[in-house]
């Protein structure tokens, strides 16, 4: 395992966020694999339809904003820990 620091980020995942902050929903999902899963919020979005509708909704919702804290590299993956902002409703 290797861990980074934010500014040591790969250029794809430093790319990645900063089109997510600049709100550039469209070219999001240029940065998965077509066989890319994410989990969010108790949900799995598999393959690029489910990941461009999850990106299209939560940030029609929220309007989040990132701030990286750490990165690492595991096998056959990378691992992000952030900080996420936005219009999210307050905890109950």
Do not use: C
Not at 37 to 61: F, L, N
Not at 65 to 78: A, D, K, L, N
């Amino acid at each position: 395992m290797t861990t980074q620091s934010h500014d040591q980020l790969p250029a794809p995942v430093a790319d990645y966020f900063e089109a997510a902050n600049r709100g550039e929903t469209n070219k999001l999902t240029t940065f998965f694999a077509a066989d890319a899963t994410v989990r969010d919020e108790g949900h799995t979005y598999a393959g690029i339809g489910a990941i461009s509708d999850w990106v299209q909704k939560t940030a029609a919702a929220y309007q989040p904003r990132y701030r990286v804290h750490s990165i690492r590299s595991e096998p056959g993956r990378t691992v992000a820990t952030l900080e996420v902002s936005g219009t999210f409703p307050e905890a109950r």
